[in-house]
């Protein structure tokens, strides 16, 4: 348990870059599909304001049908840029996190630093549900253990 209180103050705390790509995830499971919100939040981390025009960094939304796949789209993408900014969900950017970290190992290196930039605080409502997710996917190998997050954490600060 405080591995992930570690990591989740680790998420809310460590700022928003102002550089890099943002790569919107889409919201192609949910109740409501909070890509829209998302694609907005991006847009205003990049300085774009609705109706004009700005040479802002790319923001990308990836192929994919799910976490997984839509990371690895977008890896390949922008494997040489030094900093990629993943925007989500606030429930979502845990396990967004933990699957673009197991990702990366599969791309030579160096690699761009991952950064958080959820649309809204990351909240405790349905955690409970989205551990049971990221343990799933762990089994599988599609996320990254929370002490692996923790040490790249600790490699990129």
Known sequence: MAELTDLLSAILTGGIPTQGPLVVLKGMMEDRDETPDRLRYAESLNGWKHGTLSMGWPIIIPAGRHTQ???????????HERDIRIVTSGYHQLRAFLTFLAARWDYTTPLPRLWNCPVRPVSLVG??????????YQEKCHCAS??????????VA
């Open 146 to 155: 929370l002490a692996e997050a923790l040490a790249y954490l600790r490699e």
């Open 69 to 79: 796949e839509e990371a690895h789209s977008a890896l390949a993408l922008l494997v």
């Open 127 to 136: 955690l409970s549900a989205e551990l049971k997710k990221i343990q799933t």
